[in-house]
């Protein structure tokens, strides 16, 4: 019973990650599976990201605030993050795609993976600063 509740818990963790709604980090992933698993603790979220990330299922990222996030591998994607309010858009395109092709002919290295993050400041929290009356 204590093997059914694990794979459970394991399928749970990369649904979570696999939801496209970006990286997330161990504590995200622990209270978004509150509700359905009362029981899992964070220690167990923790212990099931470094393992899946060991087995490649998913991929470790760490942005300029220094919290770990992982993304489950099948989601390749690029990121907008808002430094204000950490809103994140995915990039519907990898733009570098095709400069990788072109930098592994150019320079006979076999490429085989790349990251690209952009920061900035999102519309809402831009319009935020010049009128701060505003929410
Ligand atoms: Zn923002
Ligand atoms: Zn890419």
């Given at each position: 019973?204590?093997?059914?509740k694990?794979?459970?818990?394991?399928?749970?963790?990369?649904?979570?990650?696999?939801?496209?709604?970006?990286?997330r980090?161990?504590?995200?992933?622990?209270?978004?599976?509150?509700?359905?698993?009362?029981?899992?603790?964070?220690?167990?979220?923790?212990?099931?990201?470094?393992?899946?990330?060991?087995?490649?299922?998913?991929?470790?990222?760490?942005?300029?605030d220094?919290?770990?996030r992982?993304?489950?591998t099948?989601?390749?994607?690029?990121?907008?993050?808002?430094?204000?309010?950490?809103?994140?858009?995915r990039?519907?395109?990898?733009?570098?795609?095709?400069?990788?092709?072109?930098?592994?002919?150019?320079?006979?290295?076999?490429?085989?993976?790349?990251?690209?993050?952009?920061?900035?400041k999102?519309p809402?929290c831009?319009?935020h600063?010049?009128?701060?009356?505003?929410?």
């Amino acid at each position: 019973m204590a093997e059914l509740k694990h794979t459970r818990q394991r399928a749970a963790i990369l649904q979570v990650l696999s939801e496209g709604e970006g990286p997330r980090s161990a504590e995200e992933v622990f209270s978004a599976l509150h509700d359905e698993f009362p029981n899992l603790a964070l220690s167990t979220v923790y212990r099931n990201l470094e393992r899946f990330s060991q087995e490649g299922l998913v991929r470790k990222e760490s942005f300029n605030d220094g919290v770990i996030r992982y993304t489950a591998t099948q989601e390749h994607g690029h990121y907008l993050i808002c430094t204000v309010c950490d809103k994140k858009i995915r990039l519907e395109h990898c733009p570098l795609s095709d400069m990788e092709k072109e930098l592994a002919r150019d320079t006979g290295f076999e490429i085989d993976s790349h990251s690209l993050t952009l920061y900035g400041k999102c519309p809402a929290c831009l319009a935020h600063e010049k009128d701060p009356r505003k929410p």
